[in-house]
């Protein structure tokens, strides 16, 4: 069986044979330990696919997030002008929404208008032949980090408590920026899966989040779901209050962030749905050895009433750049050091 025929069994229901794992995110990771600059991409997307592919090939992953890092690329398309910075994914150099209006405006995304959006998705093309074997699960913002994105900082905060209006309407357009990059990947038949990460909206009071952010959230993945692709959630911060929510967006798999009592989670969840994470990415993952970084994942796995069934090991959020290659090959190792793991 292969990794990618391994989590299709997973997010069906069914029992592993071993268990499942994958490094979250990794993109700016993987460009730092392969010498590939972000803003490159559009030069030459067969050269960052070869590369990309022949380095995720040495790792035990089942699923690689393509355009991990990439995330604000469609905005280029409404106009956006993306800044690069070493130190962080390209976001963009200046607000676009000002204004319910603005966001109205653009009432439909295309592509087309996006070089380096073209350029991710001829990249995923040839990485998707070059790794038959692996899940691939491609990369996007949430509709409110999305808003974040979009908007000034200090005007969406204003917003959040005032104007649910203009809210809504940035996170549709959200919506429909992030769609505009899976539907030709889906029509190709490219990817198995889209994550939307979407942790911003943990900074917003319960009630926005469930009466406005999470439709959205739930929208977008109703349209993947039409299409057959498997629909993941990934959410970070502050998530304690929003967790018994997040079923309701009508996600197949929902990887969360640390903070969280996990093996409560995954009895909460997994009735409904597969649940993954959530060792501890900085303080374990970036800054434990291997054998503390094994411990680790033997605590977040024995907390798990059954870790062969509706669950997947991942990092707790997107791997930091500067994580050692050591230490990321050891995660995927310790899956496999089943004596201490559970099994019904």
């Not at 995110?25 to 070869?50: C, H, M, N, V």
Request: glycine fraction near 8%; include cysteine.
């Amino acid at each position: 069986m292969t990794r990618r025929e391994s989590i299709q069994r997973v997010l069906s229901g069914e029992r592993s044979e071993r268990l499942p794992r994958a490094l979250f995110g990794a993109g700016r990771w993987s460009y730092r330990q392969t010498g590939l600059r972000i803003e490159d991409l559009d030069k030459d997307p067969g050269r960052f696919a070869g590369t990309l592919a022949g380095f995720f090939k040495e790792l035990d992953t089942d699923i690689v997030f393509p355009g991990s890092g990439l995330n604000t690329f469609p905005a280029e398309a409404i106009g956006g002008e993306l800044a690069f910075n070493e130190e962080q994914a390209p976001l963009l150099a200046h607000p676009l929404i000002h204004k319910t209006d603005d966001a109205r405006f653009f009432g439909q995304v295309d592509i087309a208008g996006s070089p380096r959006s073209l350029a991710l998705v001829e990249m995923i093309a040839r990485l998707r032949s070059r790794l038959p074997d692996r899940f691939l699960c491609v990369t996007s913002w949430g509709p409110f980090t999305w808003a974040m994105i979009l908007c000034d900082w200090r005007l969406l905060q204003e917003k959040t408590g005032t104007d649910k209006a203009f809210i809504r309407e940035v996170c549709e357009l959200g919506v429909r920026l992030s769609f505009a990059l899976v539907k030709p990947l889906v029509e190709k038949g490219l990817i198995d899966g889209v994550v939307i990460s979407d942790g911003a909206a943990t900074l917003v009071p319960l009630d926005l989040y469930q009466e406005v952010i999470l439709p959205c959230e739930r929208k977008l993945f109703d349209l993947v779901k039409q299409r057959g692709v498997a629909r993941f959630l990934h959410q970070c911060g502050k998530i304690e209050s929003q967790l018994g929510l997040y079923p309701d967006t009508g996600a197949d798999c929902i990887s969360l962030d640390t903070g969280i009592k996990f093996g409560e989670a995954y009895e909460l969840y997994h009735k409904r749905t597969v649940i993954a994470g959530n060792v501890d990415v900085i303080n374990t993952i970036l800054g434990k050895d291997p054998a503390g970084i094994c411990d680790a994942v033997s605590e977040c796995v024995a907390g798990i009433s059954d870790p062969f069934r509706k669950f997947i090991l991942m990092p707790s959020c997107d791997l930091p750049p500067d994580t050692p290659l050591n230490n990321a090959k050891a995660f995927l190792a310790c899956a496999d050091r089943a004596h201490f793991f559970r099994r019904a």
